[in-house]
T-cell receptor, first 110, second 110 residues
């Protein structure tokens, strides 16, 4: 079956540090890949997505590239802010049923 | 702006009560989902629906049922609430694999 593995948190960084959250997946065929973000007390919201190999999704300074050869979709940001503190979920979608990773908590200190 | 709304943000119920959680989406999406979110366990799919009056079990359907009488509304029912159903419940609709989440209902069963 499909599965998503992402690095365990929490990830703790100082403001303006570089962020990487690793995500790898297992799936048949060619799934679409997503990163969602959940701020405290809220539901998840889409951060970025990529629908085919070598696509790069980007939003709010975050980027992730769909790497089929390594089955990965790592999330990166060059300079994090305190307001980026949240839980980040990697997910894939094959047909209409999604598979989520367990989430990675990011804490950014001033 | 697309929207998924949930009937309550916070709910407190007693063991044995029948509990209804309502979810409404205004995007005319075919697919709707109910998840529960618990610390360390990520998102777990309870039920989903791909059309009116159609439903499918997810990974953890025991103790829950659902109803979808209209396209925009998907209800989660706890037939007899128990303390181990204390959790955050998230509703979502989807289009082309992308999930749109409501703000969540934090349910406490005493």
């Amino acid at each position: 079956g499909n599965s998503v593995t992402q690095m365990e948190g929490p990830v703790t960084l100082s403001e303006e540090a570089f962020l990487t959250i690793n995500c790898t997946y297992t799936a048949t065929g060619y799934p679409s890949l997503f990163w969602y973000v959940q701020y405290p007390g809220e539901g998840l919201q889409l951060l970025l997505k990529a629908t085919k190999a070598d696509d790069k999704g980007s939003n709010k300074g975050f980027e992730a590239t769909y790497r089929k050869e390594t089955t990965s979709f790592h999330l990166e940001k060059g300079s994090v802010q305190v307001s980026d503190s949240a839980v980040y979920f990697c997910a894939l979608s094959r047909s209409y049923i999604p598979t989520f990773g367990r989430g990675t908590s990011l804490i950014v200190h001033p | 702006d697309v929207k998924v709304t949930q009937s309550s943000r916070y709910l407190v119920k007693r063991t044995g009560e029948k509990v209804f959680l309502e979810c409404v989406q205004d995007m005319d999406h075919e697919n709707m989902f109910w998840y529960r979110q618990d610390p360390g366990l990520g998102l777990r799919l309870i039920y989903f629906s791909y059309d009116v009056k159609m439903k499918e079990k997810g990974d953890i359907p025991e103790g829950y049922s659902v109803s979808r009488e209209k396209k925009e509304r998907f209800s989660l029912i706890l037939e007899s609430a128990s303390t181990n159903q204390t959790s955050m419940y998230l509703c979502a609709s989807s289009f082309r694999g992308e999930q749109f989440f409501g703000p969540g209902t934090r349910l406490t069963v005493l």
